[in-house]
């Protein structure tokens, strides 16, 4: 059986990565989404257990002693985490899956995953960045210009993605990540079973 496939996506806050990925996995099922552990207070919109496991700071120091961890990073003043066996066992039983994560916690997943395949969303401009953060009304002014702080570096790294899609527009913007799925998909790496099974018929 061929191995799954690991996407890393990422991008500023703001930049409607999750939006994105909801309209994503409405077509593509099949794709197993890793759920990060987190140490930030859960927000009023979010359940345990749906995109993140809302864990404690001691709970989640226990993760990075036992080595439990993918990757993880701190990010405006809390833990961030991907628990590596769920992304093993998702790949080792041919699902794809997709990660979803800041700069640094990809930079560490492409060092231990060289095959993975990196998206970054990019918002249409700056402003327009500040515009939908101030609009989510979920944040403070000092938090709101914090990630704004961290989506100027984030931005400034973007080079070390393998795709950006920039997302003007929703629709087209899932297209593109479509069109990066299957393009994966198709890759040699994936389909030699099927140059076995052809030449077998011959
Ligand atoms: P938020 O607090 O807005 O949900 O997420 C803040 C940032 O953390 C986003 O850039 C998001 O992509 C990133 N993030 C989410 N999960 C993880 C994770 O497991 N590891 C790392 N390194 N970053 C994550």
Redesign the pocket.
């Known amino acids: 059986m061929n191995k799954g496939s690991v996407f890393i996506i990422?991008g500023?806050?703001g930049s409607g990565k999750d939006t994105l990925l909801v309209e994503l996995f409405k077509k593509f099922p099949e794709i197993s989404f890793s759920i990060?552990s987190?140490t930030?207070q859960m927000r009023e919109n979010e359940k345990e257990g749906e995109k993140y496991h809302f864990i404690s700071k001691a709970e989640f120091e226990k993760m990075i002693e036992n080595n439990e961890l993918l990757?993880?990073?701190r990010?405006v003043g809390n833990y961030?985490?991907?628990p590596e066996k769920p992304v093993v066992s998702a790949v080792e039983s041919g699902r794809d899956v997709m990660i979803?994560?800041?700069v640094?916690?990809a930079a560490q997943i492409r060092k231990k995953l060289p095959d993975a395949v990196s998206i970054f969303i990019m918002p249409p401009s700056f402003s327009e960045l500040e515009r939908r953060l101030s609009g989510r009304g979920t944040e403070s002014r000092e938090a709101i210009d914090k990630r704004m702080n961290a989506a100027l570096d984030e931005i400034k790294r973007a080079e070390e993605y393998d795709y950006i899609v920039v997302n003007r527009d929703i629709p087209a913007a899932v297209d593109d990540i479509i069109s990066i799925i299957k393009t994966c998909r198709l890759q040699l790496g994936r389909q030699k079973h099927i140059i076995d099974e052809v030449l077998k018929k011959c």
């Open positions: 990422s500023p806050s990060s987190i930030r990757e993880y990073n990010y961030y985490g991907t979803e994560v800041d640094n916690g």
